[in-house]
């Protein structure tokens, strides 16, 4: 009877020991890899590029302003009612990459385009945002590299490049504020 009540205490005893060893492995396992997952998180400098506000209370009809977004030019433009016209009156099934203005625009937009100021062919920065730089022959951006013509929505109308220019993701943080990203 003896034997049986210590092999039961020895039986106990390891698993508490198993216990508390894996216990301690386990801990120190979350201990290390808390680091490695930590320094995988995005650093200060990438979160303040992550976003960028641009006040539209200035710019007017027919002006366009440049800025950067992510360390990449960004057109921001106040359309005329004539360029608006314009570019509504263009057959969508025409255009090589189908947007409307309207989609281009977003919901709750009238007169605010926001474009990357990248040609969508091979990278360069397209003319036309601003003063007297060369519109192209739609009356929106022009690429110099390769000869891309945006017409006024930003949409490719003749030239190499495929696409559209981007319009990133943008939305009114106020009536003259608006947040891109």
Same mark, same amino acid.
């Given at each position: 009877m003896a034997d049986a009540n210590e092999a039961n205490e020895g039986v106990r005893r390891r698993d508490f020991i198993h216990v508390a060893a894996l216990s301690t492995a386990g801990v120190g396992a979350a201990a290390s890899a808390l680091p490695l997952v930590t320094q995988m998180a995005p650093s200060a400098d990438v979160l303040a590029e992550s976003t960028t506000d641009v006040d539209v209370s200035a710019i007017e009809a027919g002006q366009s302003i440049k800025t950067i977004f992510r360390k990449q030019p960004l057109f921001v433009k106040r359309l005329t009612p004539?360029?608006?016209? $314009?570019? /509504? =009156?263009?057959?969508?099934?025409?255009?090589?990459?189908?947007?409307?203005?309207?989609?281009?625009?977003? $919901?709750? /937009? =009238?007169?605010i385009l926001v474009t990357m100021g990248v040609c969508t062919h091979l990278g360069c920065v397209p003319l036309g945002a601003a003063e007297g730089e060369n519109k192209g022959e739609y009356g929106g951006y022009f690429c110099p590299c390769h000869g891309s013509h945006y017409d006024s929505a930003g949409r490719i109308r003749k030239g190499p490049a495929p696409t559209n220019l981007v319009v990133p993701d943008f939305a009114f943080t106020s009536e003259s504020v608006i947040r891109v990203g």
């Open positions: 004539e360029e608006i016209a $314009e570019a /509504n =009156e263009v057959d969508v099934a025409d255009l090589r990459d189908q947007e409307s203005l309207t989609d281009r625009l977003g $919901e709750g /937009n =009238e007169d």
